[in-house]
Each structure stands twice: as C-alpha cells, then as structure tokens.
C-alpha cells in the first residue's frame, strides 16, 4: 500500500504538492485569508474558502500559462449607417489546466509610439490545453456620430492605415480548479 501511495504522489508536481499542503495547513490553523511565500519565492493568498490565488508574478511569467496570438483589429458595419471598430484579443491556453477567465489590458499605439487608446476587459470563455480563442470574442468601438475623441475616432485611422501596434498584456488568469494567477 505505501509503495503504490508513494508512486501516486511521485506523479503529482512539487508545486501542487506544496499547495495542497499550505492549504490544509492554512485550513487548520487560520480563521482568515492568509499570504504563503513558498521556497522558491512565490506567493500564494491562501482564501477561507479553500481556494488559493499565486500574487507577485511578473508579466514575463504569463506565457508559460497563455501564449498572445495576434488579435484582429478590423472595421464592420454595424448597421447601414453606423460603424465600428472591432478589437478581436486571442489567447491560446499552453499548460494542462482548463482556463475560464482572462484579465487582460490592450494598449493601442500608432507609428510614432504614441498610446492612442487603452482599455482593459475580460475574456470569460472555457479554453483547455492547446485550445485558443475563437474571434467570436470581439468588442466593439461604435461610430457615434457628431462626436470627436471617441474610441472609435482615435482607433478609425489606425484600422484603416494597417498600421497599429497592439500591445495586450495579461493582468490575471482564473482557473477551473478555482485558482487564480495574478500578473500585477
């Protein structure tokens, strides 16, 4: 029996270990939220519920989770009068765990380097391993007639001149397993 225990444990990773046991320790010990640095100095929020979120990862850590495909950035009529600039952000899930949500923030930015529009959204859309975004995820930046200095006015001419540089960035990942990876 020890012997087949052992050669169930060997399978499971160090770091979902160490999780499992932080939080069972966490569970018997605290009646409230509690913030766990782990040997190699990653820190987990350990939440009352039983559920755990890693905090102070780099941007830089975010791609062995999701890679950034290139977006699609295009104009579409949303009526006969009205127009749009539709932004279309893909990610592809690189790690065996099913992802249910992505913060994320998108800087637009034209040929001269200047941030011409920001905004930050949730993509919420089950992705499992190897799996990526479909375009069906799209926001829409409507034409409102008679206005200046709206997204659409600002994002129109980078659209229409093929010219943009759009930089996303992953501010935090939720997990099936109810983790949560924040990259802030």
Excluded at 39 to 64: A, C, M, T, W
Excluded at 118 to 134: D, M, P
């Amino acid at each position: 029996m020890n012997s087949l225990l052992f050669q169930s444990l060997s399978r499971i990773s160090k770091l979902y270990i160490s999780v499992v046991l932080l939080c069972i320790m966490s569970a018997t010990t605290a009646d409230a939220d509690e913030i766990v640095t782990l040997p190699d100095g990653r820190v987990i929020k350990l939440n009352e519920n039983g559920s755990y979120r890693f905090i102070k990862k780099s941007h830089q850590d975010q791609d062995s989770y999701v890679k950034i495909l290139e977006p699609k950035f295009k104009i579409t009529y949303e009526s006969q009068k009205i127009r749009a600039v539709r932004f279309m952000p893909r990610f592809e899930n690189v790690q065996p765990k099913t992802i249910l949500g992505i913060k994320f923030s998108a800087t637009f930015v034209n040929s001269f380097g200047d941030t011409i529009y920001e905004f930050s959204s949730i993509h919420e859309n089950k992705l499992n391993y190897k799996e990526y975004t479909t375009t069906t995820l799209s926001f829409a930046f409507k034409e409102i007639l008679d206005r200046d200095n709206e997204p659409f006015e600002k994002l129109l001419p980078l659209v229409e001149s093929e010219n943009a540089t759009i930089s996303i960035v992953v501010d935090s990942i939720s997990f099936e397993d109810r983790t949560i990876v924040d990259f802030r």
